[in-house]
């Protein structure tokens, strides 16, 4: 009862904040757009997959760290910490609040991709939405456990190029065999690098379930990771 009355909080604040909605739906498809009409046809194909968990992975981990940010300085984190609430209770209505929203966009922006800027797609639409809310979510909550370690916005956005930026290199959108080695082994602790290799395999060699179900147990993994950690996060808060 008290995880559904934080997530219809969230609900009701996104409803009412117009410009983080357009934020998270409009500017990554306007990017898409602009991006379809820089690059030859091919060429966007190719890098398509890589450039949808991207900007889903960015543009969520900005808007939830900076959004569960301001609940901290707002002084209603604290508010809620006061109550008989616990923090298991609300860690999951947070993630689950923005999670419902995380969902929507991750489908506007697949399904624009695929069926307004015609990119080529092999595989099942359903497997690629699969990979694209997994990849939200580990975004999600990424996003709120590293806003724990910020004192203001500019410092969110701070994280941007240490957190975000290096998992372009490790995406699949570069070849990382002629990397060093240890810089090899540096992917394997970048969720993009799994939720870009899914992509891939998907849209452009036509794989299903099967072939993905690893990199999505993988995804699962980052995320159950950063929920316990927000969780114990929150302690400073309150012990229990």
Do not use: C, H
Not at 161 to 172: A, E, M, R
């Amino acid at each position: 009862m008290r995880v559904t009355a934080v997530i219809i909080r969230i609900l009701r604040q996104f409803v009412r904040d117009k410009r983080t909605l357009g934020l998270m739906i409009v500017a990554p498809m306007l990017i898409l757009a602009l991006m379809n009409v820089v690059f030859a046809e091919e060429v966007f194909d190719n890098i398509a997959p890589f450039l949808i968990v991207f900007f889903v992975f960015f543009f969520v981990f900005l808007i939830a760290g900076v959004s569960f940010l301001r609940e901290r300085t707002s002084g209603t984190l604290e508010r809620l910490m006061a109550t008989p609430i616990k923090r298991w209770e609300l860690v999951i209505g947070y993630v689950a609040g923005f999670g419902i929203f995380t969902l929507i966009q991750s489908s506007i922006i697949v399904l624009f991709t695929i069926y307004i800027l015609d990119i080529q797609m092999v595989g099942s639409i359903f497997y690629i939405l699969i990979v694209t809310f997994t990849t939200a979510i580990t975004a999600l909550t990424l996003g709120t456990l590293l806003s724990a370690f910020a004192r203001n916005e500019l410092q969110m956005v701070q994280f941007i190029p240490l957190v975000v930026v290096p998992q372009v290199f490790f995406s699949g959108l570069f070849s990382i065999e002629a990397m060093p080695n240890w810089l090899q082994k540096v992917s394997l602790v970048m969720p993009l690098t799994y939720a870009g290799e899914a992509m891939k395999d998907i849209m452009i060699r036509g794989k299903g379930l099967e072939e993905i179900v690893g990199n999505v147990l993988l995804l699962f993994g980052f995320s159950l990771l950063f929920i316990l950690l927000n969780i114990r996060a929150l302690k400073k808060y309150r012990p229990t």
